[in-house]
């Protein structure tokens, strides 16, 4: 008898399925428009200059590789916070605002929960309609009972935002709200600065606890715009926790670099947590990598490099924007007559293109061109070289 007879084979995670199904496709002309990274016009995973330089000094450095503190790099954890509330923003050296180095963005959540979990273990969680997959899996796995509210509005392309906030109006005091910072995945949909301010009054007023995902600072306005809603949920002394992946940011997926920010009400207070929150790091891998962390930490404290990265992470920004453009005044050319200038208006990496399920599988079908069932394809996998094919698809699944 097997001690394992008794288990189910899992369902298959459906964007990994579709890459599965992209390498297997032997046509020529083939597209996968259904990851979540960044390629460079080339199609390739850029290697940032930033990231390189740093790496030749730090082999340079022939540095010993001890454990790191269960919180991570000191340093790191400061450059992370730098970018999240802005250098110079005096609650840096408040005490108030505490950060551990995580594994990618998905462990800043997954600590940020299983912290939640112990502090409030009758809350229950709601994510936008729709979120990133993982985050209700996540939320789930941590224990809460993981509900949604409206956020996307099909028949505008747009934030459903009289909804979102009538959803988070009605909610429970106490209740975690998961919330995009910028660069919504999967629609790449926003709220306006006005729109956030008058959701942190909800959240004030109704004693909720955001829980804020920033995974693409940097890919929409600018890596300070990016960042305002932290700054002005901060500034109105809400307390709450930031998830921050530099995955994207940073091209350095694999090397699993994120943080976990909470920001306290004193730096009292932030002491306590703090050492609970590393009871939570230790009982799940006890302290992170030291490989990407250094590297990222280099960057960030380094001037040089940082204008090095901010520079390039502004040309992944502007190549995103143009390759919307570019889709838009293609699909147009093809004789589409649907109005696509939604495309322009959606930030980050992602858009909901408004594509039916039958319309991305015919995509996938007739043509090679791989979305997600949802509509949701990655702008940052066009390029100059694939866009007019994509553009001639779209329009033959549309007419
Ligand atoms: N949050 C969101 C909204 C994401 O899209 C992603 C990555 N796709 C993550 C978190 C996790 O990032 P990481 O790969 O750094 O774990």
């Known amino acids: 008898n097997s001690l394992f007879e008794s288990v189910e084979l899992a369902p298959r995670d459906p964007i990994l399925g579709l890459n599965e199904q992209f390498n297997a496709d032997t046509r020529a002309g083939k597209v996968n428009l259904g990851v979540g990274v960044y390629y460079d016009d080339e199609g390739r995973i850029p290697l940032l200059k930033a990231v390189h330089k740093a790496e030749v000094a730090r082999v340079e450095a022939a540095a010993p590789r001890g454990y790191l503190p269960i919180e991570g790099i000191s340093a790191y954890n ?54 990133w997959e993982n985050h209700r899996a996540l939320f789930e796995r941590a224990g809460f009972t993981v509900e949604t509210y409206p956020y996307y509005d099909a028949a505008t ?104 920010t909470l920001i306290c009400s004193s730096s009292e207070e932030g002491e306590r947590v703090l050492s609970q929150l590393k009871r939570v790091i230790r009982t799940n891998y006890s302290n992170p990598p030291t490989h990407g962390g250094t590297i990222v930490s280099m960057v960030l404290n380094t001037p040089e490099l940082y204008d090095l990265w901010a520079t390039e992470l502004a040309g992944m920004r502007e190549r995103i924007r143009s390759m919307r453009q570019q889709l ?26 408004g594509l039916t399920k039958e319309q991305v ?23 100059s070289r694939n866009i007019d094919y994509v553009a001639k698809a779209i329009a033959s699944v549309l007419a």
């Open 78 to 131: 400061k450059g992370a916070q730098r970018l999240l509330l802005g250098a110079g923003n005096p609650l840096l050296e408040s005490g108030r605002v505490l950060t551990a180095q995580s594994l990618g963005g998905t462990g800043a959540l997954k600590i940020g929960a299983d912290f939640l979990k112990w502090l409030k273990p009758d809350a229950n969680v709601v994510i936008s309609n729709p979120s």
């Open 328 to 353: 838009v005044e293609k699909l147009k050319a093809e004789g589409v007559n649907k109005d696509f200038s939604f495309v322009l208006e959606q930030r980050g990496m992602f858009s909901y293109s």
């Open 361 to 383: 599988d015919r995509l996938r079908e007739e043509h090679g061109v791989y979305a997600v069932s949802s509509g949701r394809i990655c702008v940052a996998a066009l390029n």
């Open 157 to 260: 392309h747009g934030l459903d935002f009289n909804g979102m906030t009538a959803a988070l109006n009605a909610l429970p005091e106490g209740t975690i709200v998961i919330l995009h910072a910028c660069c919504h995945n999967p629609t790449g949909v926003d709220p306006t600065f006005d729109q956030w301010k008058e959701i942190a009054r909800i959240i004030k007023q109704r004693d909720l606890v955001p829980f804020l995902d920033i995974a693409y600072q940097g890919f929409g306005e600018g890596i300070e715009e990016d960042a305002a809603v932290v700054r002005y949920f901060a500034d109105q002394d809400i307390t709450m926790l930031v998830s921050s992946s530099f995955s994207k940011s940073f091209s350095l997926y694999g090397e699993r670099v994120g943080a976990l």
